[in-house]
């Protein structure tokens, strides 16, 4: 699936695209604070603009929530009509393993219903639905769950929606780590965009027990964290080197499960991206016609 392309972005957590927007259409969106980071990883905006043969980008997006993926899907073709390596996995929640399904919960925001989410585990959400009918005194209802677990899924809120799950883990070692590209011009850069609602204290220590986070393999991730899922501590400092940022997070960071360490770690930067969140300065159909929002 990577084969050809030189460079890799991996947009874990893609919602509704517009990172991938920034990557391969930047003159529309100067003003973004991932254009130094896409500057570094994969050279100036005029060289990103160009098609995928000639840039060797190729981008991977990731979204879990079922809403977005039509306008996904309609980018996905868009963009490969253009000439641009895009691939969407969508509805896909990024995970630490490949199960039979996720649960998707929609959170309810004040400016659209649409955006917050996260996604939930089979035991999480059975914590989850135990509260809930807990709260609305639906002890009939949990008598049934006590019976019969499989009517769980039965009396599910309208909010959570089933997805499949992506080990991002193995996708990397399957389609990015060896990928077969023209190394005549220098060897490639895969940078990652981490937005995944708290599953990142799950998948980056997975990550680095795969052995996937280390420079060669991910060069660069920019993630934003959510601590107050989890109650990590939050490091106010905005960039802060690989080892050391994990490391105040997870512990470890720099061993390969085999207790080998990387030659240099993948560089982990905190950074919260919401710029031109709604894509409204230049909307997609403008650039794709057939996309209806």
């Known amino acids: 699936m990577g084969d050809g392309c030189r460079h890799v972005y991996l947009d874990l957590g893609a919602n509704i695209g517009v990172h991938n927007r920034f990557l391969f ?12 980071a896409f500057d570094e990883s994969f050279g100036s905006a005029e060289r990103r603009a160009l098609p995928s043969q000639e840039s060797g980008i190729c981008a ?39 199960v039979d399904s996720l649960y998707f919960q929609k959170l309810k925001d004040d400016n659209a219903v649409m955006w917050g989410g996260r996604v939930r585990s089979r035991h999480e959400l059975n914590v989850d639905l ?4 807990i709260k609305y005194n639906l002890t009939e209802k949990m008598d049934q769950m006590a019976q019969n677990p499989e009517t769980l899924y039965s009396l599910l809120p309208d909010n959570y929606t089933e997805v499949m799950a992506i080990d991002i883990a193995a ?11 023209d190394r005549s011009n220098g060897t490639g850069t895969v940078m ?55 490391a105040e997070y ?27 969140l709604y894509d409204t300065e230049s909307p997609l159909e403008q650039t794709c016609p057939d996309y209806q929002p």
Do not use: W
Not at 25 to 36: A, D, I, V
Not at 250 to 276: A, M, Q, V, W
């Open 130 to 133: 135990q509260n809930h009918l």
């Open 250 to 276: 997870f512990g470890n960071y720099d061993k390969t499960p085999g207790g080998e360490k990387c030659g240099t770690p993948t560089f982990i930067e905190l950074r919260d991206s919401e710029d031109y």
């Open 192 to 246: 990652a965009k981490m937005d995944i609602e708290g599953t990142e204290f799950h998948v980056l220590p997975h990550m680095e027990k795969s052995g996937v986070l280390c420079k060669g393999i991910i060069d660069r991730i920019a993630t934003e964290f959510h601590p107050g899922i989890y109650h990590k501590p939050l490091n106010t400092t905005h960039i802060c080197p690989g080892y050391e940022c994990f």
């Open 60 to 98: 991977f997006a990731f979204e879990a929530n079922p809403l977005h993926a039509a306008r996904l899907r309609a980018m996905e073709e868009c963009y490969l009509a253009r000439g641009h390596r895009l691939k969407v996995f969508s509805p896909n929640a990024v995970s630490d393993n490949t």
């Open 171 to 181: 996708f990397i070692n399957q389609h990015i780590k060896d990928r077969d590209y």
């Open 25 to 36: 259409q930047p003159e529309f969106y100067p003003g973004t604070s991932m254009r130094s």
